[in-house]
Structure formats: C-alpha cells, structure tokens
Nanobody
Framework: QVQLVESGGGSVQPGGSLRLSCAVS????????MAWFRQVPGQVREGVAT????????FYTDGVNGRFTISRDDTNNAQYLEMHTLQPEDTAKYYC??????????????????????WGQGTQVTVSS
C-alpha cells in the first residue's frame, strides 16, 4: 500500500520559514519523480517544486524560485520542502505527490496533476501577520 504523509505545516508571519516533510512508503523516491503541490480553496492545485530521481534535477514554479528548496532523502525514503521568506500568497494546503514512468523525467509533465499517481493528504501552511 502506498502512503505519503506530510508534516511540518503551520502558521508563520510574513518573512518566516517552514520545512515540510513527506514520509513515503510503498514506492521509492529513487524511482519516482517527487513533487510538492499547493491548493487554495476554490482554486486549481498548482505545482510548486519537483525533483527527479537519480541526479536530482529540480524545477520550481515562478514565484518560489530562490525561496523554496526541494530535496529528498533516499535512505529514509522521504522528501522535503524548505520554504523561506514566506508571503501571505504562499498560504495554501501543501501536498506531496509521486509520479512514475512513463511521465517521470519528461519536463512536460512536471506539474501535470493528473499524471501523479500518488498523493498525501496535505498539510496547511498559513502566512499572516
């Protein structure tokens, strides 16, 4: 059974930082493209960052480049999202996701929600003063 379990969300003031974690079981982060998405109620789920297996190429959506860093831990089968200089517009529920072949490693599908087979339940991030 595949499980992705996020943790680390919370409430911070603008300019603050958070580190999200995703514990993965049932699939390996060494063979799947791992990603973070976020969603605000009433809006579409958007891709935030993705990391490839192997050499670990990373991709970020505009607006988080330079502030967010995605990483993975092959030994512990987990992935992370370091978020700095958080802004109110970063407020959303953040989801961990995994994508396998044949879409993984094809840049075109990096943030295609429907190509990610496995999802966590999400963790809320709220940025406000």
């Amino acid at each position: 059974q595949v499980q992705l379990v996020e943790s680390g969300g919370g409430s911070v003031q603008p300019g603050g930082s958070l580190r999200l974690s995703c514990a993965v079981s049932g699939v390996s982060v060494t063979t799947h493209c791992m990603a973070w998405f976020r969603q605000v109620p009433g809006q579409v789920r958007e891709g935030v960052a993705t990391i490839y297996p192997g050499v670990g190429r990373t991709f970020y959506t505009d607006g988080v480049n330079g502030r967010f860093t995605i990483s993975r831990d092959d030994t512990n089968n987990a992935q992370y999202l370091e978020m700095h200089t958080l802004q109110p517009e970063d407020t959303a529920k953040y989801y961990c996701a995994a994508m396998g072949a044949p879409y993984c490693l094809d840049d075109y599908y990096n943030f295609h929600v429907d190509k990610y087979a496995y999802w966590g339940q999400g963790t809320q991030v709220t940025v406000s003063s």
